[in-house]
């Protein structure tokens, strides 16, 4: 299916998902054109003079009750996560395998200063 584009007359081939809707060609001249002309269009119709008058207490409760939400979420999450016994054990797994590896190190530098000629065994 080919169409007229509505902006500059040349024939094209209409995305399939806007079809027979689709008003202009795939040039960006044609989009822009399109565009400029909807939007003459809706500002042309009486709808927008009001079309946000008396919208702000509505919008204002919303933001209010989402504002809410978020904490409310993000207190239950953080609660999960503090009485979550799992979690804490692993915390202090890798708190004490932090405190193994840097002694270990110490160790073996301490190791190095007093046989310096040692063979050393690789480090990986
Ligand atoms: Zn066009």
Redesign the pocket.
């Known amino acids: 299916m080919s169409k007229h584009?509505?902006?500059?007359?040349?024939f094209?081939v209409p995305d399939p998902r806007v079809g027979n809707r689709q008003r202009?060609?795939?040039?960006k001249?044609?989009?822009e054109?399109r565009k400029r002309s909807s939007k003459r269009a809706w500002r042309e119709r009486e709808t927008p003079r009001g079309y946000f008058v008396g919208r702000y207490p509505y919008v204002k409760e919303w933001r209010h009750k989402r504002r809410s939400k978020v904490i409310q979420g993000m207190e239950t999450a953080l609660k999960a996560r503090e009485g979550d016994p799992l979690a804490a054990e692993l915390d202090a797994a890798m708190k004490r395998i932090g405190e193994i590896t840097m002694e270990n190190e110490l160790l073996r530098e301490k190791a190095r200063r007093a046989h310096p000629l040692a063979p050393r065994r690789s480090k990986r």
């Open positions: 584009c509505d902006f500059c007359g040349r094209f202009s060609c795939f040039r001249e044609c989009q054109a």
